[in-house]
């Protein structure tokens, strides 16, 4: 069974804080993803990678950075976090093959900025 | 527009009617497609492919229009325990997956 873990379930932070959000995969994917959700706005695409130390931007890029050091692990950095970046964010992890590929989430943080 | 659209929703049905939720997609370079559910205040999981030819998987069955490039989802008999919202994912060759905003059902005794 595919397990997707990330560090907190929830998670508060100050205005102009750096936020590290990690997500860890035990099934040897090559791709992982972090998302936002939002009501009215469904999932957004950040940032994915499809190896260790590549990444690359997806739609809302802005405000985020990402770290690949090892395969398993794909952690999501907000530099400094403003109110705009409350939000679920849910990473995700599949193999590559062509498109078909399913995605399998972690259970999401729902991070607030105070 | 957006890439990928949903029925707005909500579905609100009683026990076992049947519920049709179609999605339209504007890549028509899109290579694959899902639905996947959702539950309250939990992550997405996939409920099932979509294939050309169309699937079934017990109550669920899933369409595929390439031509005019929508998909659909039928609940059969629906249960109380369908109450989630259902996202539709398309994927394009290079494996970049866009979601719609989702479409929520409530199955009522």
Wanted: aromatic share 12%; with cysteine; glycine share 8%.
């Amino acid at each position: 069974d595919v397990k997707v873990t990330q560090s907190s379930r929830y998670l508060v932070k100050r205005t102009g804080e750096k936020v590290f959000l990690e997500c860890v995969q035990d099934m040897d994917h090559e791709n992982m993803f972090w998302y936002r959700q939002d009501p009215g706005l469904g999932l957004r695409l950040i940032y994915f990678s499809y190896d260790v130390k590549m990444k690359e931007k997806g739609d809302i890029p802005e405000g985020y950075s990402v770290s690949r050091e090892k395969k398993e692990r794909f952690s999501l950095i907000l530099e400094s976090a403003s109110t705009n970046q409350t939000s679920m964010y849910l990473c995700a992890s599949s193999l590559t093959g062509g498109g078909q590929e399913t995605q399998y989430f972690g259970p999401g943080t729902r991070l607030l900025v105070l | 527009r957006k890439e990928v659209e949903q029925d707005p929703g909500p579905f609100n049905v009683p026990e076992g009617a049947t519920v049709a939720f179609n999605c339209t997609y504007s890549n028509s370079a899109s290579q694959s497609f899902f639905w996947y559910r959702q539950d309250c205040r939990k992550e997405p999981k996939l409920l099932m492919s979509v294939y050309s030819s169309g699937n079934e998987d017990g109550r669920f069955t899933a369409q595929l229009n390439r031509a005019s490039q929508y998909i659909s989802l039928l609940i059969r008999d629906s249960k109380l325990s369908d109450s989630a919202t259902y996202l539709c994912v398309v994927n394009t060759n290079a494996g970049k997956s866009t979601f719609g905003d989702g479409t929520t059902l409530t199955v009522k005794p």
